[in-house]
């Protein structure tokens, strides 16, 4: 590796810009400056000497080096940035199944308040795709009680995965169940 091809590998490293105090033992390490009498001089030489890879830092003290691609790197960095916020906004958008489930079972109370007989479709959907919380919230409505949860836990996925974890240890061979753990 050459002298100049080291420094890069060294600001590329510190992120595209840094002090000449954190290039040198960097580009030292990573370059062969055995036959230079003060490796530093080489490095700052370097860095002077060759505009097409280095520039001084623009707004930054002296001492201050980055590649000359840096502010491009810069730019698609923010630009990728800016993309991920976006995404990351979308998928927050994305409703749950649970907060879907609870909609549904609301609306078709609202939809059916005189009809009940018309939420049967909604109450089969919701026992074959597994749903039977939100299948007895709406046979209690149907039925004008109060709708009251067996299991008052911080979702079902805690509650189906607890069950399936039991589940195995069963078909691995353990011989009782733990009813406690994975609830609290």
Known sequence: ??????????LQLLGGRAELQYIYPLAIEIGDFSGSQDKKATIRNCLQMTPK??????????????????HDEVALRDKRIQ??????????AVKTEDAFVKKLVKE??????????KTEVIRQILYKVGRCDAEEELDAW?????????INIAGDYIAN?????EVNNVASGATG????????
């Open 161 to 165: 995965k607890h069950v399936t974890n």
């Open 83 to 92: 993309e991920l916020e976006k995404e990351n906004a979308d998928l927050r």
């Open 53 to 70: 890879y280095f520039r001084h830092s623009p707004g930054k003290p002296d001492g201050w080096w980055e590649l000359v691609s840096y």
């Open 1 to 10: 590796m050459t002298q100049k091809e080291a420094i890069i590998k060294s």
């Open 142 to 150: 149907i039925e004008g009680r109060e709708y009251k949860p067996s």
């Open 108 to 117: 078709t109370m609202n939809l059916y308040k005189h009809e009940k007989s």
């Open 177 to 184: 169940i733990n009813v406690s753990s994975g609830l609290n």
